[in-house]
Structures are given as C-alpha cells and as structure tokens.
C-alpha cells in the first residue's frame, strides 16, 4: 500500500514538473492538420500554414484584427466629435465590399456637455437608423469622463456589403454637444 502511495506522489511530481517545464520552454503553439500558430519566447507571432496553402511572411508585422480575421470581435471604428444636436444621421462605419457585418455593441464616450436631453438610435441603411440600437435617451452622460456602451438588440439586422451603419439623433440635444463613437462587431 506504501509503494502504490509513493509511486502516485512520484507521477504527480513528475507530471508537475513537466508542465513547468512546458510552460517555461518559451514556445506555444496551436496545431491543426499541419497548420500551425506558434507565439516564441521573444513574443512573436508566427503562422506557418500546411505546405502550399494559404499566406506566408517572410518578414514585418502582420496585423490580425476583425478586417483580416473573420469572426473575431473588434473596434471596426471610432469617430469623434459627433454631433449630438443634429437631425442627420451621422456615418460612423461602412462595411467592407464582399463581407457581411454584426454591430454587437457601441460605446459613446466623452460628451463634450451633460447629454439631459438627446436620444438616438443606430442602425443600417433605413430612414429611422434603429434597427441595431433602438431609440433611447442616455442620461448618464453627464461628464467627458464617463461613458456607456450600448448593446445590439435582439433581432438586430446585419450589415451588408457596402452598407453604412449610422447614429442618427432622434431628439436634439439643444445645445452645442458632441460625443465620441466606438463601434464594436466582427466580419463574416
């Protein structure tokens, strides 16, 4: 009974060492049928596709964000200095020629006044720009260091190739006011 004891504790040492040793060898790397993304000990990002497929880098940086991977949520735009007291709608992001489009959230920050007032929507190609983001008012906004982010509705609509997503201000602010627009989604 004594020896099974020792012999478990000395696999557990064993196996504890080897995932140290695995985890401080500097290298990760995901693997899958023959593809390869490897990140070294120095930090680079290394993608080695199966031979004779897909893109190689010999040298530079390679910039993987929402535009040239498809399915990873990211800031697909930021626009500052929108105006909060105008009834045209304002342009915030196009989506890309040949992809689809999911706005999955914005985030509106630094509010040039206390937003007591305007309400606005966010949407696609329509008359009313409310088919992502309904209309609402955000009162929260009362200082340039607040912020808020305001998710997609359900049964929000996707953006097509070409296509503009916008904020329009359905109720005016009053006033001189602006605010700065983060939007947030992935291509397909």
């Not at 000395?10 to 593809?35: E, Q």
């Not at 993304?37 to 290394?46: L, Q, S």
């Not at 200082?143 to 097509?160: D, F, I, P």
Request: charge should be positive.
């Amino acid at each position: 009974m004594k020896s099974k004891k020792i012999y478990a504790l000395a696999l557990i040492v064993l196996l504890a060492a080897l995932s140290i040793a695995a985890s401080n060898s500097g290298i990760w790397s995901i693997d899958r049928k023959s593809s390869h993304v490897r990140i070294d000990g120095a930090g680079e990002i290394r993608v080695e596709p199966r031979s004779g497929q897909g893109t190689t880098f010999a040298a530079g940086t390679v910039n993987l964000t929402a535009a040239t991977v498809i399915g990873v949520e990211d800031l697909l735009s930021t626009t500052a200095s929108v105006n909060m007291n105008t009834a045209t709608a304002t342009t915030l992001f196009t989506c890309p020629t040949g992809k689809s489009c999911v706005v999955t959230r914005v985030a509106v920050r630094n509010a040039s006044t206390s937003l007591t007032t305007a309400s606005y929507s966010f949407g696609w190609n329509s008359a009313s720009f409310n088919d992502v983001i309904a209309n609402a008012t955000h009162t929260e906004l009362t200082g340039n260091t607040l912020y808020t982010v305001l998710l997609a509705k359900t049964g929000a609509t996707v953006g097509t190739s070409t296509g503009t997503f916008k904020v329009l201000m359905n109720t005016l602010q009053g006033g001189a006011a602006t605010t700065t627009i983060d939007v947030f989604g992935y291509y397909f």
